[in-house]
Structures are given as structure tokens and as C-alpha cells.
T-cell receptor
Framework: SQQGEEDPQALSIQEGENATMNCSYKTSINNLQWYRQNSGRGLVHLILIRSNEREKHSGRLRVTLDTSKKSSSLLITASRAADTASYFCATGNNAGNMLTFGGGTRLMVKP | DSGVTQTPKHLITATGQRVTLRCSPRSGDLSVYWYQQSLDQGLQFLIQYYNGEERAKGNILERFSAQQFPDLHSELNLSSLELGDSALYFC?????????????FGPGTRLTVT
């Protein structure tokens, strides 16, 4: 079963707009990570936010974490066509560092 | 390029067969993870090795097995293949086993069982 569930499942926006993806999870976590996957390719780590952090920035990415609501959001500002990909949230497990991934949000940025 | 290599890139085989997928982690990484990605199950963790020893097991079928060798490369063996085993298989590595280390993913092996 998946720990995280992304919302929406698919998102289509115009270049230059902001894209917001949400992730909800079920159990307590120590950190939450966001990954990006271009079609059929390997995942690329974007950002990690620890449970004691509420917000984190990396370039055009902004991640928030609300542990009381067991949710996180990923905001991509000023989107580009090259941002078209699937985005996954993942939570870590104390026992061995396995990651549990959500179903992903498919983002399409139209030029 | 993540530094994680996987071979082969594509594999087409018949039901009932056995295949071996290979992964070389990033230089210096001791932990190797295997994940399966399919349309119906999404991304699922299969198994993790750390410095040659099994550390965690996920939704790995009994028909599947893995090992990590002294040079830290890992192999995932899939036997008695079924149509439902068709999927992308990813290997990832991290420097240690703490969950606070990001994982670096390889490009994947696309397995098609016919």
C-alpha cells in the first residue's frame, strides 16, 4: 500500500504559471522527500524536508510540510515546458531507509 | 546522470523464464535499493542491501531474490516470470542507511514478459 497520495493526479498549466502539488501520508514520518520522473526514466531527487521543518526552498521549488495534517505541498514557480514530468512524494522508514512513494502527479507545462 | 548504472536497459522474455538485473551503485554508496514500478501498483520498494547484508524487505515476491556482492554491485533475480511481472525495475543507492540521505536512482530496466 502507498504511504503517500498525491493530489491532483494530473495537472496541466501554461508556461510561466505556478504549479502546486499536494501529498498526504498516513503514518508519522521523520522526513518527506519529493522526486521527479521524466517519462519512463529514473527518479531524480528534488528536495528533502525534515519533520521539524515547515518550509524549504530550492531554486524555483518550495516545499511545505504540515505534520499535524500529515500533508506536504510542492510548489514550482514560473514553470517551464522542461518541468513536464511526474512528481512523487516519498516518506522514509526508520527500518532500513526504504522509501514509500505516492502515486504521483503528472504535470504538463504547455509552451 | 545519477552515477547509478543498471543493465540491461530492456529485457523481453517469456513466462516461466528467469532473468537477472544488475545494478552498480554510485561510487562510495553502500546502500542499494530495488524498486518496481508498474501501472497498477505504482512505485514499490522491493528490498534493500547495505554493505552486503539485507537490511529491509518490502513487497518482494518469493520468486524474486537479490544479493549485494563484495564490490557493492547488486543483482535482482526474477524467476518463474509471469505476465504481471512486466514493469520498470529501478535500483537506487545512498551513501548510508539513514532515511535522511537522498537516494540516487538508476535509469531502470524495462522488463516485458510475453
Amino acid at each position: 500500500s502507498q504511504q503517500g497520495e498525491e493530489d491532483p493526479q494530473a495537472l496541466s498549466i501554461q508556461e510561466g504559471e505556478n504549479a502546486t502539488m499536494n501529498c498526504s501520508y498516513k503514518t508519522s514520518i521523520n522526513n518527506l522527500q519529493w522526486y521527479r520522473q521524466n517519462s519512463g526514466r529514473g527518479l531524480v531527487h528534488l528536495i528533502l524536508i525534515r519533520s521539524n521543518e515547515r518550509e524549504k526552498h530550492s531554486g524555483r521549488l518550495r516545499v511545505t510540510l504540515d505534520t499535524s495534517k500529515k500533508s506536504s505541498s510542492l510548489l514550482i514557480t514560473a514553470s517551464r515546458a522542461a518541468d513536464t514530468a511526474s512528481y512523487f512524494c516519498a516518506t522514509g522508514n526508520n527500518a532500513g531507509n526504504m522509501l514509500t512513494f505516492g502515486g504521483g502527479t503528472r504535470l504538463m507545462v504547455k509552451p | 546522470d545519477s552515477g547509478v548504472t543498471q543493465t540491461p536497459k530492456h529485457l523481453i522474455t517469456a513466462t516461466g523464464q528467469r532473468v537477472t538485473l544488475r545494478c552498480s551503485p554510485r561510487s562510495g554508496d553502500l546502500s542499494v535499493y530495488w524498486y518496481q514500478q508498474s501501472l497498477d501498483q505504482g512505485l514499490q520498494f522491493l528490498i534493500q542491501y547495505y554493505n552486503g547484508e539485507e537490511r529491509a524487505k518490502g513487497n518482494i515476491l518469493e520468486r524474486f531474490s537479490a544479493q549485494q556482492f563484495p564490490d557493492l554491485h547488486s543483482e535482482l533475480n526474477l524467476s518463474s516470470l509471469e505476465l504481471g511481472d512486466s514493469a520498470l525495475y529501478f535500483c537506487a543507492s545512498s551513501v548510508a542507511t539513514s532515511e535522511f540521505y537522498e537516494q540516487y536512482f538508476g535509469p531502470g530496466t524495462r522488463l516485458t514478459v510475453t
